[in-house]
């Protein structure tokens, strides 16, 4: 999951028209905690750390997701803190996104191990809204991108 959204984060910002942003560039991404409200939903909170070489601030407004597994929705994510990445420099920023899992059963019955999910089988649905200072906002729709494919771009 940590990975699913680390691509879902780079696709945000390099998606962008303005110039240098293509530039952007996410270095290092951990999930520093993890809350287990109850079986099915959890709060990650993942830090990072991001080089913004434009001269202008980008703030993550909203992120919404559907993790599917073979066109049956597995999970949602849901951006919970937004977030403001600042011009010209590199900085340690935080964002925490609410995964809820849709059919608890299934998750036992793949395992526990995220390792060994075969990855073919899950494709995401993703919403993510941006806005750069002096522009306006910008919606980005992602429609059935292949989680396979999200991970080997990292």
Do not use: Q
């Not at 597995?74 to 995964?99: C, H, Q, W």
């Not at 002096?134 to 991970?151: C, F, H, Q, S």
């Amino acid at each position: 999951m940590n990975r699913l959204l680390a691509i879902a984060l780079v696709t945000i910002l390099f998606t962008t028209s303005c110039s240098k942003l293509k530039e952007v560039d996410v270095r290092d991404m951990k999930v520093t905690k993890f809350e287990l409200i109850n079986t099915t939903t959890a709060n990650i909170h993942i830090e990072y750390l991001i080089e913004n070489p434009s001269g202008r601030t980008i703030s993550v407004l909203s992120a919404d997701g559907i993790l599917k597994k073979r066109g049956v929705n597995f999970a949602y994510a849901t951006l919970i803190s937004a977030d403001e990445i600042t011009p010209k420099m590199a900085s340690i920023n935080g964002i925490v996104f609410r995964i809820e899992i849709s059919d608890p059963l299934s998750l036992l019955a793949m395992g526990l191990n995220v390792s060994k999910w075969d990855l073919d089988e899950f494709l995401l649905d993703g919403v993510f809204t941006l806005k750069v200072s002096g522009a306006r906002r910008r919606t980005l729709k992602y429609k059935d991108v292949p989680l396979e494919n999200i991970i080997n771009a990292l």
